[in-house]
């Protein structure tokens, strides 16, 4: 592969070269998937990791280039690309914890598995076998990356990385599950609140930008200091990224984000701009906002969400922290010399992440 363009770091030929490596990878798994006899989770596998931003290994990659210039592009693009295993791995199991009917325009995985069998049990075998499946991604996330060709040495400066980064988003994503349970009412709303910055942090924004910039970085044996700045950077941009993902959540184009109209607010997901709204409207608003969280709701009921959230203040001041949090972001790259070329490429991944519509 051809080095990357920093003025194009989403362009189709790097998503092609990132979707190449993961079909390769997956293909090399084929052996043994048929041996055992488990063809339908292989098939789920690269249906799984199809599509998508390719965000997580973009900013690998340019993490990486910020601090050196590789010797085998080849080996980084495998090595970035495994993040998007572990990636499809959580959504798998993400769409099961939510009952998704859909993810990006197509039905979940463990949809997919439940109208594969016909009968009563259907829907067990599809819960069933959408676990496993996930279970197997994640493996196979790590077997990617350990087999990438990149040297010992940079593996082994990348594998801390790598291991916080899948325990964070794990104990994250329970934050996020717990927070779904919690109690509710206007009296629980600061510790909501609070929940549900750590569980921004840790589920989304490490996840999502600043561990995959860090992992570069190492593989790249960069400094203590390159790699503070990128984990102060990516932060700041995994945290407006996730907060772009809530406001599409609720107020997004089906036809662009491939999830039904409101479908954070049916399944009751109590995010920063939800709890927002909640803090910020009166009594009777709140009310009428928690009667519509995970619960079936139908165009009327979701306007009515959309307009309480909206008139309460919480979508403008979402809107400006992601505008804020953008704009530090920025401002940290200039931290330590990166690679300009790296800067420039990550100033375009940020306005990709944060100024998006699906």
Same mark, same amino acid.
């Given at each position: 592969?051809?080095?990357?363009?920093?003025?194009?770091?989403?362009?189709?030929?790097?998503?092609?070269?990132?979707?190449?490596?993961?079909?390769?990878?997956?293909?090399?798994?084929?052996?043994?998937?048929?041996?055992?006899?488990?063809?339908?989770?292989?098939?789920?596998?690269?249906?799984?990791?199809?599509?998508?931003?390719?965000?997580?290994?973009?900013?690998?990659?340019?993490?990486?280039?910020?601090?050196?210039?590789?010797?085998?592009?080849?080996?980084? &693009? @495998?090595?970035?690309?495994?993040?998007?295993?572990?990636?499809?791995?959580?959504?798998?199991?993400?769409?099961? &914890?939510?009952?998704?009917?859909?993810?990006?325009? !197509?039905?979940?995985?463990?949809?997919?598995?439940?109208?594969?069998?016909?009968?009563?049990?259907?829907?067990?075998?599809?819960?069933?076998?959408? &676990?496993?499946?996930?279970?197997?991604?994640?493996?196979?996330?790590?077997?990617?990356?350990?087999?990438?060709?990149?040297?010992?040495?940079?593996?082994?400066?990348? @594998?801390?990385?790598?291991?916080?980064? !899948?325990?964070?988003?794990?104990?994250?994503?329970?934050?996020?599950?717990?927070?779904?349970?919690?109690?509710?009412?206007?009296?629980?709303?600061?510790?909501?609140?609070?929940?549900?910055?750590?569980?921004?942090?840790?589920?989304?924004?490490?996840?999502?930008?600043?561990?995959?910039?860090?992992?570069?970085?190492?593989?790249?044996?960069?400094?203590?200091?390159?790699?503070? /700045?990128?984990?102060?950077?990516?932060?700041?941009?995994?945290?407006?990224?996730?907060?772009?993902?809530?406001?599409?959540?609720?107020?997004?184009?089906?036809?662009?984000?491939?999830?039904?109209?409101?479908?954070?607010? =049916?399944?009751?997901?109590?995010?920063?701009?939800?709890? /927002?709204?909640?803090?910020?409207?009166?009594?009777?608003?709140?009310? =009428?906002?928690?009667?519509?969280?995970?619960?079936?709701?139908?165009?009327?009921?979701?306007?009515?969400?959309?307009?309480? &959230?909206?008139?309460?203040?919480?979508?403008?001041?979402?809107?400006? !922290?992601?505008?804020?949090?953008?704009?530090?972001?920025?401002?940290?790259?200039?931290?330590?010399?990166?690679?300009?070329?790296?800067?420039?490429?990550?100033?375009?991944?940020?306005?990709?992440?944060?100024?998006?519509?699906?």
């Amino acid at each position: 592969m051809s080095a990357p363009s920093p003025h194009e770091p989403l362009a189709e030929t790097f998503r092609h070269t990132v979707a190449t490596a993961i079909s390769d990878f997956l293909a090399s798994r084929t052996g043994l998937v048929e041996r055992i006899g488990a063809g339908p989770v292989l098939a789920e596998a690269h249906a799984a990791t199809a599509g998508g931003k390719r965000l997580r290994p973009a900013f690998c990659v340019w993490g990486y280039h910020g601090c050196a210039s590789p010797e085998d592009s080849q080996a980084l &693009i @495998r090595a970035a690309a495994s993040l998007e295993l572990l990636h499809a791995s959580l959504l798998v199991h993400d769409d099961l &914890i939510d009952a998704s009917d859909t993810r990006r325009g !197509r039905p979940a995985t463990h949809r997919v598995f439940e109208q594969s069998l016909a009968g009563e049990r259907a829907a067990a075998f599809g819960v069933a076998a959408a &676990i496993l499946t996930g279970d197997v991604l994640f493996e196979w996330s790590g077997t990617m990356f350990e087999t990438s060709g990149m040297d010992e040495a940079a593996l082994d400066r990348a @594998r801390p990385v790598l291991q916080e980064m !899948r325990a964070e988003v794990l104990l994250g994503q329970y934050l996020d599950v717990a927070a779904g349970f919690s109690a509710t009412g206007a009296t629980d709303l600061p510790a909501q609140l609070a929940q549900a910055e750590t569980a921004l942090e840790y589920k989304s924004a490490r996840y999502s930008v600043a561990r995959p910039a860090q992992l570069g970085a190492a593989l790249a044996g960069g400094t203590p200091e390159e790699i503070d /700045t990128l984990g102060r950077f990516g932060s700041l941009v995994g945290q407006a990224f996730q907060l772009r993902d809530d406001v599409l959540g609720v107020f997004g184009d089906p036809e662009l984000t491939g999830k039904p109209a409101g479908d954070d607010l =049916r399944e009751g997901k109590r995010t920063l701009l939800v709890l /927002t709204a909640l803090s910020r409207s009166t009594p009777a608003d709140r009310q =009428r906002l928690e009667s519509v969280l995970g619960r079936p709701a139908g165009p009327d009921d979701l306007d009515t969400a959309r307009g309480i &959230i909206r008139d309460s203040g919480a979508l403008q001041a979402i809107e400006d !922290r992601i505008a804020t949090s953008r704009e530090q972001a920025l401002a940290e790259l200039s931290a330590v010399p990166l690679d300009p070329g790296a800067v420039l490429a990550l100033t375009h991944l940020t306005e990709q992440a944060t100024h998006r519509d699906r």
